[in-house]
């Protein structure tokens, strides 16, 4: 009788499922989605399902949000869902598709024109069916019909990408039995956990469209949260990593009571303090302090490296064409550029469908064009909230990164006064040590904390085995 | 008039090594020394000075060290002269030779019989004038005609590596006028100090035979200075790499009152954190924490692993000729092999003009083999004696060391009291921060500490560039 009432309930779903599809569909635009066959730079047919699309949210659907999803390559039907957001804000999730966790990625020996593509080894969608989002609107390729709609800020883009989560699950109703997982870095510690509460509370309450998603938690790769701990954990993790002395850090440490964050409000010798410190990593790379500083904003008195800038600034090609794999790779401002090659050429743009004159220059990161507010200062109190529910969270940190340092994400971490399930002890990848992980409880909740060793600001970009690895065990279950 | 006399002391002093050369040319073994055109493995002829030679030393001359010698491809006459010492101890200098400062090393795409060599960049020896001696007895070709000899300590070794740079210097009396500076990375921490600080006071005292030691000062790179003080820092050393939670940290700190080398003599509590954080450091690569572990004696139940290490102890040629470059760089005990397959070549034996019958097997480095007693445990109080005179001291940590951590370093550099005579700020190679450096004085004399970011234990092994561009700016007087 259970098992006819469920089987009922399930048709009842897809029937409900079929028809808002029909009801939406009678839109030409929310319903953009192409099956990509080919893409531009790569031999032959993708070994792999792609798909691209905008969906429609906001006032009138004026925001469309442009998606990449890739299904999982070992079974679509078990495999879980994840919805995958990007940093910033204003990154376009094609970084993370790339450099990240999808399937293919550029050919790093580059001779010019138009950069291939090659299969990549530990792509998460061997395991995971993910639909990688460009939000908030003005990212990558989504766009607005309004001046009005660009203008945007936490609450409004979490609540407009919840909306995309629904209409896109209407449109593939055969994911929504699915587990459903939201995930995404950096700037993502803001919305994901935004979003995760918006669908739990939803589904509890039986939001509309009553979808029933089948959420299950989420993962966040050194992920901002709380501007202040974040930003203060900065100078605490530089004294560990040796880029300011132990003199310094205990100076600054008394005269600044440990706030680093409002140094000038403080005392003056705080004030110089923290000026001296920001001269001593002025020149590190914040994203994984031990690779070079490659960015080319910085003016560094230094004949070569202006040199390399200037031909940088002037023909990218020509300059990426001079560069060897290995400097590529640890000089990922590099490796970004040929996402930029690649994504702004007539033919790419035509494969990926992306509507023609909704977007001018892509930008892997569109950093100062969103008209954007960040008005969540912290996601502390979601994550808190998210601690009393069913749900797990895996998050990770790579730990050479000073812009969101693992210093600071363990402190939010341990501000949620969890219960210690498993004790900090060393996860291996290939018999080496590739971190270092605790597990927290909170009756059904779960909570995966870990470390990558060696790993800058977006892990698996530095150490993609190992990331895999993690999410792989993760996702089935098991322990790191 | 004064000029005329100190000509008169020169052509005194060139006298007396002529003199005393002519002495000890009479013993046939003493004066061996032979320059080498060409290297087996090496194509053609060698574009450096390079001699190999022994010295005998000790009762009798029993104890026969083996030194290579590199002139400066700069200028010989003008450029410092460095006696290099390795650690271990027991470690060849021919590791510091080929990995670290010399002109040549291995090709690292190795397709099986003699490893071939090839010129490599950043050689020191492009400025400098290097003896690099196998020291202790028993390390490298060094050798002893008798049992006893074989049997060795701290003191006795320090004594005999005077004794060879006297001697030495008497067979080279040209480069008596040369600056004189000793050096060495590891355990030569130990002799280095004491050996220096024999030649200070024994030029002071006028030692015999008078020659005069034209002593600037020393060089160390992680160097071995307190045997409490360099293992008690491994503990904060790993919580500041986090590969120890704050929480054991903290509770470490309490229960050892910070002494974590008695922890058995100290609580229980204090004992079993020390183990839990034994344990959690039990698979870490000590030389550079974030390099896999590598060494083939540790037992790990991982079968990739153990197959890797079994096919590397049964049959080294065929194991190292599959792997590339980049795993022979990121596993510096696979590279290391190459010289331990080169050096047990015959005609390599030949060509170096080692004394048939001397040697059994060579071993890069002969840790087990020594009778060698460490009756030294800390050398502080020669590097405090040393900051009274007016030498010059360059002292370096590769700052991802947790075999000599830069913590400990650091320590014992402070417990000198020297005056801060220049604060911590980055030091640059190539527009990049290379690391950190602060700079001491005590009247005349002056210490620079640097940290070499991202480096290993022995750092030049990790970072070549930067550190041959660090010890040419300190040899030539500049700051870093």
Redesign the interface.
């Known amino acids: 009788m259970a098992e006819a009432a469920a089987a009922q309930h399930q048709l009842l779903l897809a029937c409900t499922g079929l028809l808002l599809l029909l009801l939406v569909s009678s839109s030409s635009v929310a319903t953009a989605r192409s099956i990509i066959k080919t893409l531009p730079g790569f031999p032959g047919e993708l070994p792999f399902y792609l798909e691209t699309g905008y969906v429609g949210v906001g006032e009138n659907e004026s925001v469309q949000l442009f998606y990449y999803f890739v299904k999982s390559q070992r079974n679509p039907v078990l495999d879980p869902l994840v919805l995958w957001l990007t940093g910033g804000p204003g990154c376009s999730t094609l970084s993370a598709f790339f450099y990240e966790s999808g399937p293919v990625s550029f050919n790093l020996t580059y001779n010019g024109g138009l950069p291939t593509l090659e299969l990549k080894e530990y792509t998460w969608t061997e395991t995971l069916n993910i639909i990688y989002l460009d939000a908030p609107v003005g990212t990558g390729f989504s766009y607005s019909t309004t001046q009005e709609g660009y203008t945007t800020d936490d609450y409004k883009s979490a609540a407009q990408i919840y909306e995309f989560l629904k209409k896109w699950l209407i449109q593939h109703p055969e994911f929504l039995k699915n587990n459903l997982y939201i995930g995404g870095d950096s700037y993502s510690g803001i919305p994901v956990p935004m979003i995760v509460q918006d669908i739990y509370y939803d589904s509890e309450r039986g939001g509309s469209p009553r979808l029933n998603l089948n959420l299950q938690g989420y993962v966040l790769g050194n992920p901002v949260t709380d501007a202040y701990i974040d930003k203060n954990s900065r100078v605490p993790f530089a004294?560990?990593?040796?880029?300011?002395?132990?003199?310094?850090y205990e100076s600054a440490k008394a005269n600044c009571n440990g706030d680093y964050v409002n140094a000038n409000a403080s005392s003056e010798q705080c004030e110089s303090d923290v000026q001296e410190i920001e001269e001593?990593l002025?020149?590190?790379n914040i994203q994984q302090?031990?690779d070079?500083?490659c960015t080319f904003s910085s003016p560094?008195p230094?004949e070569?490296?202006s040199n390399l800038q200037r031909s940088l600034a002037e023909n990218p090609t020509d300059f990426l064409s001079q560069l060897g794999e290995e400097t590529m790779y640890f000089c990922h401002d590099y490796m970004y550029i040929l996402s930029e090659t690649w994504a702004n050429n007539r033919d790419v743009r035509e494969a990926l469908h992306v509507r023609e004159g909704t977007k001018g220059y892509w930008k892997r990161c569109n950093i100062s064009g969103l008209a954007y507010t960040e008005d969540v200062i912290s996601s502390v109190a979601y994550h808190r909230n998210l601690s009393k529910t069913g749900l797990r969270a895996l998050i990770y940190s790579g730990?050479h990164d000073m812009s969101v340092p693992?210093i600071g994400t363990?402190q939010w971490i341990d501000s949620l006064n969890l219960t210690l399930a498993d004790?900090?002890?060393?996860w291996?990848t290939?018999?080496?040590?590739a971190g270092?992980t605790?597990r927290y409880t909170n009756d059904d909740f779960a909570l995966t904390y870990a470390?990558v060793?060696?790993a800058g600001h977006v892990a698996p970009e530095y150490k993609p085995q190992q990331c895999y690895a993690m999410l792989k065990r993760w996702f089935a279950y098991y322990q790191l």
């Open positions: 004294h560990r990593l040796t880029l300011i002395s132990d003199g310094l001593l002025r020149d590190i302090i031990l070079p500083d560094i230094n070569e490296k730990d693992h363990q004790t900090w002890r060393a291996y290939e018999g080496q040590v270092y605790k470390t060793k060696g």
